[in-house]
């Protein structure tokens, strides 16, 4: 696992009214701060990538649909410089992933429907300054291609 990165498996708990999930809560372990919430959507087929922040860590969850999230660690002197983490997130694997600053992320929505995704970075949005860093999706040095993987 990339350095930094951290997994809180999520658990639906089911009634006759319907489902509730937390999806982070200030005492977890891998809580930092808060900064706002917020809900993107991705349609199918599409990928939403690369990007990393220099100062906010992100929290990703996929509440409806299915997402392939990837990581790439590209840290000047981090143990784990040049790893690539593939996580599957969505409905059938309900997780929140932090991703840590100066990491690269972005991913694909791999499901037949819109997939809903809830992010709660530690920081919020700028939109004077925002502290957001792009790369092409598809040319760029990161070891990664979003072919599917059939097999």
């Excluded at 489902?19 to 991705?42: C, S």
């Excluded at 999230?69 to 997780?95: A, C, H, M, Q």
Aim: charged share 30%; net charge negative; proline share 7%.
């Amino acid at each position: 696992m990339v350095n930094g990165v951290a997994v809180k498996h999520l658990k639906v708990i089911p009634d006759e009214r319907g489902r509730l999930m937390e999806i982070l809560r200030n005492d977890d372990d891998i809580f930092v701060k808060f900064g706002q919430v917020y809900l993107t959507t991705t349609y199918p087929g599409v990928v939403k990538a690369w990007h990393c922040h220099e100062k906010q860590d992100d929290f990703i969850t996929c509440v409806k649909g299915m997402l392939k999230l990837v990581i790439f660690d590209g840290r000047e002197g981090s143990p784990t410089k040049g790893e690539v983490n593939e996580f599957f997130i969505g409905e059938y694997n309900p997780l929140a992933v932090k991703v840590p600053a100066m990491i690269y992320h972005g991913w694909k929505c791999i499901s037949e429907d819109e997939a809903l995704v809830i992010n709660c970075p530690t920081e919020p949005y700028d939109r004077e300054n925002p502290d957001e860093y792009r790369l092409d999706p598809h040319i760029n040095d990161i070891p990664y291609t979003w072919e599917r993987k059939d097999g």
